[in-house]
């Protein structure tokens, strides 16, 4: 088992690098034959992971939606759903999301310490709570997947969690699709934020696939040795 699972960002954003622009409706990115791809992806991995701000904003449910890939998992010993994660520093977290009341698999909040003895009371029955320092430890969160098995974890975003990753060099796979307008809105968020980015001879950053899904162009980047 390796010390962390392989970590696959995943996201849709414009030209310009946005995600979504500042508007209260969500600004959809992608196409029905993108979203295929993403859920064939997801069929591929052992958990999913978004930000806590995701949860509040999109009320996601983070299913694998194909019923073939679904009994395909089954037939394989997996459950038909991904482990659901996702991390908070404030523990503002509603137990009725969608994200906690569906699917299969166990659902996983990180949590800084300040805030994960009364998100456990909360979330009793819903998920399991892990405290993880503050702020959140993102390599001790890693390692705390490997030891429960997870090998292979897909980061859905949004923005804030991309760039954590990022900034820590925690990222092996990036699979970034782009979409064919821009925002132009220095309010509306982006695929990652500012800050520093750590850059490595031993983990460079290599385009592995470029491939058109209509009009947008999906962008696959591995970064450094082949872990996965």
């Known amino acids: 088992m390796s010390e962390r699972p392989y ?14 622009d500042a508007s209260e409706e969500r600004l959809r990115l992608s196409s029905p034959a993108d979203f295929d791809r993403v859920d064939m992806v997801r069929a591929t991995c052992d958990a999913i992971l978004v930000g806590a701000g995701t949860v509040r904003a999109d009320d ?11 009994d395909k998992r ?3 010993g997996q459950p038909a759903d991904l482990t659901k994660i996702t991390v908070t ?17 166990p659902k996983l909040v990180y949590s800084s310490s300040r805030a994960a003895h009364e998100l456990a009371a909360r979330l009793t029955g819903r998920a399991e709570v892990i405290d993880t320092g503050d702020p959140v430890d993102f390599p001790v969160m890693l390692g705390d997947l490997a030891a429960r098995g997870v090998r292979r974890l897909m980061v859905e975003g949004g923005g804030g969690m991309h760039t954590r990753f990022l900034q820590f060099g925690l990222v092996d796979e990036i699979q970034l699709v782009v979409a064919p307008f821009f925002i132009g809105d220095p309010s509306a968020p982006r695929f990652v934020g500012s800050g520093v980015f750590p850059q490595s001879p031993d983990r460079p950053m290599r385009l592995a696939e470029l491939t058109r899904i209509g009009n947008l162009a999906l962008l696959r980047y591995v970064i450094g040795s082949a872990r996965g």
Not at 7 to 20: E, N, P, Q, R, T
Not at 62 to 67: D, E, G, R, Y
Request: glycine residues 6%; charged residues 30%; contains cysteine.
């Open 7 to 20: 970590v696959l960002l995943s996201c849709a954003m414009s030209v310009d690098g946005y995600i979504d």
């Open 74 to 76: 089954r037939e394989q």
């Open 89 to 105: 520093e404030s523990g503002d977290l509603d137990p009725e999301a969608r994200f906690f009341t569906t699917g299969e698999a």
């Open 60 to 70: 996601p449910k983070l299913l694998i939606k194909s019923p073939t890939r679904r």
